[in-house]
């Protein structure tokens, strides 16, 4: 079965500074991997997703994230943070091609950016 | 309108009465979702609907009753509910099942009492 570790449950950071938010997998088959981010009283928006191809994808707002297949990890990291970026942060994963459409969510990282 | 829209956005009932939130996607989707999003815990799928049919059911307890009249609207009908119930729910959409992005909407907050 698939599951999805999001290894800090808060990241708290300094404005400008960059930030990395740690996601692992586990999965026997071949997957895509999503990222998503929620504002206060919000839904779910999508920030960037890896299907195939490039193992560094690159997704809104200045995020970036990077697939390793023998880590089994998908880290999400901006170089430079903004005020704005405060909130909670989900990876996400699915089976490849041909699945049921489940997404299996890692239980989400706050991120505090301070000024 | 654009995307997915929910209502209502809040919601508060006791166990004794009966709801129902409404899903609606301007997307032109086949595919849409329900999800529960409770404190401290990952976001679970409750229910997936491809093509106006059910395929997917999360072992949902029957007091969550789905519905999806036609591939823009999803209601989830809710009675008899406990107070664990309380959650986030959330609806989403994606072009057809299995298709990789799923489009949220902003969710209705349940209150059971």
């Known amino acids: 079965a698939q599951s999805v570790t999001q290894l800090d449950s808060q990241v708290p950071v300094f404005e400008e500074a960059p930030v990395e938010l740690r996601c692992n997998y586990s999965?026997?088959?071949?997957?895509?991997l999503f990222w998503y981010v929620q504002y206060p009283n919000q839904g779910l928006q999508l920030l960037l997703k890896y299907l195939s191809g490039s193992t560094l994808v690159k997704g809104i707002n200045g995020f970036e994230a990077e697939f390793n297949k023998s880590q089994t990890s998908f880290h999400l990291r901006k170089p430079s943070v903004h005020i704005s970026d405060t909130a909670e942060y989900f990876c996400?994963?699915?089976?490849?091609?041909?699945?049921?459409?489940?997404?299996?969510f890692g239980q989400g990282t706050t991120l505090q950016v301070k000024p | 309108e654009t995307g997915v829209t929910q209502t209502p956005r809040h919601l508060v009932m006791g166990m004794t009465n009966k709801k129902s939130l409404k899903c609606e996607q301007h997307?032109?989707?086949?595919?849409m979702y329900w999800y529960k999003q409770s404190a401290k815990k990952p976001l679970e799928l409750m229910f997936v609907?491809?093509?106006?049919?059910?395929?997917e059911n999360n072992s949902v307890p029957s007091r969550f009753s789905p519905e999806c009249p036609n591939s823009s609207h999803l209601f989830l009908h809710l009675h008899t509910l406990q107070p664990e119930d309380s959650a986030l729910y959330l609806c989403a959409s994606s072009q057809d099942q299995g298709r990789e992005t799923q489009y949220f909407g902003p969710g209705t907050r349940l209150l059971v009492l």
């Open positions: 609907y491809n093509f106006k049919e059910q395929t």
């Open positions: 996400a994963v699915s089976l490849g091609p041909g699945n049921t459409g489940k997404l299996i």
């Open positions: 999965s026997s088959v071949s997957v895509y």
């Open positions: 997307l032109g989707h086949n595919a």
